[in-house]
Nanobody, 122 residues
Framework: QVQLVESGGGLVQAGGSLRLSCAASGSINVMGWYRQAPGKQRELVAGISNGGSTKYADSVKGRFTISRDNSKNTVYLQMNSLKPEDTAVYYC???????????????????WGQGTQVTVPS
C-alpha cells in the first residue's frame, strides 16, 4: 500500500513562489499534481513519467515546474509567479488517473495524498 504525503502549501502574495513536495512510502513511478478549487472540477496541473517526460496545464506553463528525486521517493512542484486563480487544494497522484493523462500503461490502483492548501490573495 503506497502512501502519499503532500507538504509545502501556504498563503503567498501574488507574484510569489512556493515549492510543494509529495513524499511516497515506496518507490515512485509516474506521478502527477492535481488541484481543486471550491466549486471547480479537479484538474491536472503537471505530470512526470519514469523517463522524465513532463506535461503541464496551459494555465501554468512557464510558471510551474515538476521534478522528481527517485533516491528520496519524492516529487516536487515549483510554483513561481503565483496568481489568485492558483488558489486551490493541491493533490499528489500515482495510479490510473495520472497514467491515463500521461499516456502510459493503465493500472487498477489509484493513490492520492491528503492535499495541501495553496492560497494567493487577490
Amino acid at each position: 500500500q503506497v502512501q502519499l504525503v503532500e507538504s509545502g502549501g501556504g498563503l503567498v502574495q501574488a507574484g510569489g513562489s512556493l515549492r510543494l513536495s509529495c513524499a511516497a512510502s515506496g518507490s515512485i513511478n509516474v506521478m502527477g499534481w492535481y488541484r481543486q478549487a471550491p466549486g471547480k472540477q479537479r484538474e491536472l496541473v503537471a505530470g512526470i513519467s519514469n523517463g522524465g517526460s513532463t506535461k503541464y496545464a496551459d494555465s501554468v506553463k512557464g510558471r510551474f515546474t515538476i521534478s522528481r528525486d527517485n533516491s528520496k521517493n519524492t516529487v516536487y512542484l515549483q510554483m513561481n509567479s503565483l496568481k489568485p486563480e492558483d488558489t486551490a487544494v493541491y493533490y499528489c497522484n500515482s495510479g490510473r488517473t495520472i497514467r491515463q493523462a500521461m499516456g502510459v500503461l493503465p493500472v487498477r490502483y489509484d493513490y492520492w495524498g491528503q492535499g495541501t492548501q495553496v492560497t494567493v490573495p487577490s
